[in-house]
């Protein structure tokens, strides 16, 4: 159970996060109440949720998170640029918890410092929007149970002070000496220490094992300081302390036999008299009196030392709270720590029934009580009652039958509501009493590590559109399925599809050995069939793995955002096309050169506001973002009104690097040029920026791209700003190729490389240059031998009078490429070259062919 | 066999409390707002409902509101699950009409025991 529900946690999280971290985005640039409550719900959903695992350094982070934002939505804080840096890094932060969750189950060994710091920092801006704020942040935590083990008087002095508590414990690790540590120290100089006390842990080893130089004390104590201050104070040991916030509440332990003199009723009558009237001297005298007649160990003697301390200053409500412990008339805790645990004594002092599920029944009979107390509209009474007349007639079964009848009874005047309420409420002394002295025991989360969890799936978030659904809309059914299964898939519609192609070739070969037409035509036929099967199988399964661009394209806004904060400049990020779809694999290789690019065009694209005005330009810049496919290619544009690239400058520098000769550089048009940044070691800006690097990425970018089959360039204007166009092939698996022939061998080239193919008669061809080139519809098209260029000896024999030629793409040019013929067309898996040729500088990889050869695939921009 | 609706907006919670509820003998419907909470309450009858505080479209406080003007609704057990633990939180669940206000993260037990008890499962 534990593991699929971390499964179902993990995608749900990332999804509030992403939610949560957009919308503060949105929020930054216009302020919108529903803005605002989007996000508040998405922290507060991820922090109720997170609270199912042992999580407690993130369930905390995003608590201190989700404090902040009630400030914020009650209009207390306004949300400054910091306030949204502090909550945004949060967030990431909280994302690289979930990352490792997703990976080893559990949190990086530093998230409970890493927690602190920044919950110190949030905590920062809730105090200075009023400490009221920030005190009742703490107050809400479960009280352990040693608490009533403290010296009573350090428990009244916490009472009495006002400020927030904590009660902590500490096992200092029994190697605690050796690296330095003084745990007796380091808890005396706790700040705001109260009380503590010291004693053996739970396991002790005997005596004649024990080394003395071990550490095996345990320290409790309770401390008048925040809990911020305190993790702080202990963030070296932090591993080996337990802290928790209480309330003063929590502190109103009595301990102590019970004693039932009838004194206490009468005692009990005067004292709320002498509290409703606000005669705190005489309510503290009447303690102090009846103190000098009972014996002081009972419990009832501590509720009155506490009077007797307290009366002068305390609140009505908590006087009348120990009141009511010293006579019994109601419980001395609210009735919700009565449900949080079902006290053991009690529990087994029950005969009968079932001891959990009686003192369960009583917990909620008292709750129906309390419900009754709160006042409610004249239209719910009727349907309140109704409900709570339900749940009494399912408590019965459960209780002692004495008990059953009398509440049987009062259900039977169904009128008379205080009479039910009192019988509602003689539950309580027994559930109450046990409340008094609360054993709760560690929440049973779900372990976060045991057995290993499937691995998930990257998919588009399920939930979107069923937090979105409306009334009557089914939410769109999906299926969560582990990654590698669809690659199983895919690799098995790839190869079927390469398997097919040997059937075209067997064809043939029937035709030629056994001369039978009629056989390979039936064959072909039988091909053709399974070719469109094969086609479809693999558009199908392609189709699973095709996600969004949005999925790449959706951290821009904040990255575009926290640079230019840092740069000092202004930029509008527009995002188009986003919903283009592209397979997985290509989307990932995609990621990182698109962050590079993104930098490169704020940080020397863009200018600042400063130089923006000066040329005319409005102060904010803008970059844009888009997507689209073209044929069988995802197309990703990333555009800057910006200065551009000034070619005669990446001329200069080109030169003198020894990129390219001074005639060469004459030579180039100057969208040439600018193409230069993308080339090994170039880098147009002289100084090193903190945030694109040196401005060496852009061959990086290109190697990437390449990678990943596809092809980059770049298209710029002096002023006017800067276009880096990607391309990138759909899905990496499948490659149509055809096949040419040069020097004797056979090789493969992506159709998606290759324009079109002529035959151009030798009189066409001309030398420019020393460059072959041929005219194609009125364009010079430069001519490459393949032959040349890899390195083979040319075919022998007499030259042919006609060559042929395959014009290729490379980037936006186009270059002839002479082969000695075309062969076939066909779909093939493109393996990477790897081990001693994976050096290779021109291939691609290899592909097996239906007759079991094996083809060399070109990379035609690495070979021109 | 006793019915339990779920509202809740996270999937995870949802889950969780399935996770209990199902290995405890329970039937268990789901729901993501009030607003669906209420259409599947009333086109299908419940022994109890578990209703999250914070939910998009519909809340925890309308919710039972609603249900208790509604004569199918009205005499169905509900407990308010939130994670706020003060007591006007849990005056506020109590003025709308919730008969039991518990605090997440709910124990597996005691989600059992609330259930068995609430939802009328007789020993």
Redesign the interface.
Same mark, same amino acid.
């Given at each position: 159970?534990t593991n699929?529900?971390l499964a %179902?946690?993990i995608p749900?999280a990332r999804e509030l996060l992403e939610r949560a971290g957009s919308g503060l985005l949105a929020l930054e640039k216009s302020h919108s109440a529903e803005a605002l409550d989007e996000i508040f719900?998405a922290v507060? $959903?991820l922090?109720? /949720?997170s609270?199912?695992f042992d999580i407690a350094p993130l369930t905390n982070l995003v608590h201190a998170a989700e404090d902040l934002l009630v400030e914020v939505r009650a209009g207390k804080l306004a949300l400054e640029p910091e306030i949204v840096d502090g909550l945004l890094d949060s967030l990431d932060l909280v994302g690289h918890w979930i990352d490792a969750l997703e990976t080893r189950e559990a949190l990086p060994d530093d998230a409970a410092d890493a927690m602190s710091g920044r919950v110190v920092a949030l905590r920062g801006w809730l105090e200075a929007s009023g400490p009221a704020a920030a005190a =009742?942040a703490v107050? =809400?935590e479960a009280a352990p149970d040693w608490l009533g083990a403290l010296p009573e008087a350090a428990r009244q002095a916490a009472y009495a002070s006002g400020s927030p508590l904590v009660a902590w414990s500490y096992e200092p690790d029994e190697t605690c000496f050796f690296r330095g540590d003084d745990p007796a120290h380091l808890v005396e100089q706790a700040p705001g220490l109260l009380g503590v006390r010291v004693l053996p842990r739970e396991t002790v080893p005997a005596p004649e094992f024990c080394d003395p130089v071990l550490s095996w004390l345990r320290y409790e104590a309770l401390c008048a300081a925040p809990a911020e201050a305190l993790s702080e104070h202990l963030r070296y040991v932090s591993d080996q302390v337990q802290l928790s916030p209480i309330t003063p509440d929590a502190l109103v332990i009595l301990a102590g036999p019970e004693d039932a003199a009838e004194v206490f009723g009468d005692f009990g009558v005067r004292a709320r008299a002498l509290v409703a009237t606000g005669a705190r001297a005489e309510l503290k005298a009447a303690a102090a009196a009846l103190l000098g007649i009972i014996g002081p160990a009972t419990r009832q003697a501590a509720a009155l030392r506490r009077i007797a301390a307290l009366a002068p200053t305390a609140a009505a409500d908590a006087l009348q709270r120990l009141v009511a412990a010293i006579d019994g008339a109601a419980p001395a805790r !609210?009735v =919700?720590a009565a449900?949080a645990a079902?006290p053991p004594a009690v529990a087994a002092a029950s005969a009968g029934?079932?001891a !959990?599920?009686r003192q369960? +029944?009583e917990a909620?009979l008292a709750? %129906?009580a309390?419900?009754l107390?709160? !006042?409610?509209?004249a +239209?719910?009474d +009727?349907?309140?009652r109704?409900?709570?007349? /339900?749940?009494v007639?399912?408590?019965l079964?459960?209780l002692a039958p004495a008990r059953a009848e009398a509440l049987t009874a009062a259900l039977a005047r169904p009128g008379d509501a205080a009479a039910l309420r009192a019988v509602l409420r003689e539950g309580e002394d027994t559930a109450s009493a046990s409340a008094v002295v609360p054993a709760p025991k560690a929440? %049973?989360?779900p372990a976060v590590s045991t057995a290993p969890t499937a691995p998930l799936t990257a998919g588009p978030p399920a939930?979107a559109s069923?937090?979105? $659904?409306?009334?009557?809309a089914a !939410?769109a059914r999906m299926l969560r399925v582990d990654q590698a299964k669809v690659d199983t898939l895919m690799n098995f519609a790839a190869e079927l599809t390469v398997a097919k192609n040997g059937l075209a070739y067997l064809a043939g070969r029937v035709e030629q050995v056994s001369g039978s037409r009629q056989l390979g035509r039936e064959i072909k036929e039988q091909y053709a069939v399974i070719d469109r099967i094969a086609q479809s199988l693999q558009v199908g399964v392609m189709a699973i793995r095709m996600m969004p661009v949005s999925q790449v394209f959706q951290r821009f806004p904040r990255l575009v955002r926290d640079t230019m904060r840092k740069l000092g400049k202004e930029a509008e990020l527009v995002i188009q096309g986003e919903d283009t779809e592209a397979d997985k694999n290509v989307l990932e290789s995609l990621a990182d050169p698109l962050i590079h690019m993104v930098r490169n065009a704020l940080d020397h694209g863009i200018e600042t506001p400063a130089e923006r005005l000066a040329a005319g330009k409005p102060a904010q810049g803008t970059l844009r973002l888009s997507a689209r496919q073209e044929n069988d290619n995802v197309i990703i544009e990333v555009a800057d009104d910006g200065k551009g690239i000034d070619p005669d400058v990446v001329r200069d520098k080109a030169v003198r690097v020894g990129l390219i000769t001074p005639d060469q550089a004459a030579q180039m048009a100057p969208e040439e040029i600018v193409n230069l940044v993308f080339a090994p070691g170039f880098s147009t800006k002289e100084q090193v920026s903190d945030l694109s690097g040196r401005g060496v990425g852009m061959d990086v970018v290109r190697n990437a791209v390449r990678k990943a089959g596809g092809d980059v360039w770049l298209a710029s204007r002096l002023g006017q700003g800067s276009c880096v166009t990607v391309q990138l092939p759909l899905t990496m698996a499948v490659t149509r190729i055809v096949t040419v022939e040069a020097g004797g061998q056979q090789y493969g080239v992506a159709m998606d490389a290759v324009a079109e193919t002529v035959k151009v008669p030798l009189g066409q061809i001309h030398r420019i240059k020393q460059r072959e080139t041929f005219v194609l519809r009125d364009a010079v098209i430069p001519l490459v031998r393949l032959a040349d260029s890899l390195g083979l000896a040319p075919a022998t024999g007499a030259p042919p009078d006609e060559e042929a030629v395959m014009v290729a793409r490379v980037g936006r040019e186009r270059i002839g490429i002479v082969v000695d013929g075309f062969r076939e067309r066909m779909e093939v898996i493109v393996r990477p070259l790897d081990g001693l040729l994976a050096g290779l500088v021109g291939f691609s990889g290899t592909a097996l062919l239906g007759d079991g050869r094996v083809l060399l695939v070109l990379n035609l921009p690495d070979l021109i | 066999m006793a019915r339990i609706l779920v509202v809740d907006d996270a999937t995870t919670v949802r889950m969780y409390y399935r996770d209990v509820l199902e290995e405890a003998g329970f039937t268990v419907e789901e729901a993501v707002n009030g607003f669906e909470g209420l259409e599947k309450a009333v086109a299908e009858s419940f022994d109890l409902i578990l209703v999250d505080v914070n939910m998009p479209k519909m809340d925890g406080y309308a919710f039972l509101r609603q249900g208790r003007t509604m004569p199918e609704l009205q005499a169905v057990p509900a407990v308010m699950i939130s994670t706020e633990s003060a007591a006007q939180d849990r005056e506020r669940a109590y003025a709308a009409g919730a008969n039991l206000y518990l605090v997440k993260p709910v124990r597996p037990e005691v989600l059992t025991e609330v259930a068995t008890v609430m939802a009328g499962v007789v020993p």
């Open positions: 159970m699929a529900l %179902q946690f749900e719900r507060h $959903t922090k109720g /949720t609270g199912l =009742s107050a =809400s !609210p =919700s449900m079902p029934a079932d !959990p599920l369960r +029944a909620i709750a %129906q309390e419900m107390d709160v !006042p409610v509209e +239209a719910l +009727a349907g309140r109704e409900s709570v007349r /339900t749940v007639l399912r408590c079964p459960h929440v %049973q989360k939930e069923e937090n979105g $659904t409306g009334s009557g !939410p | -």
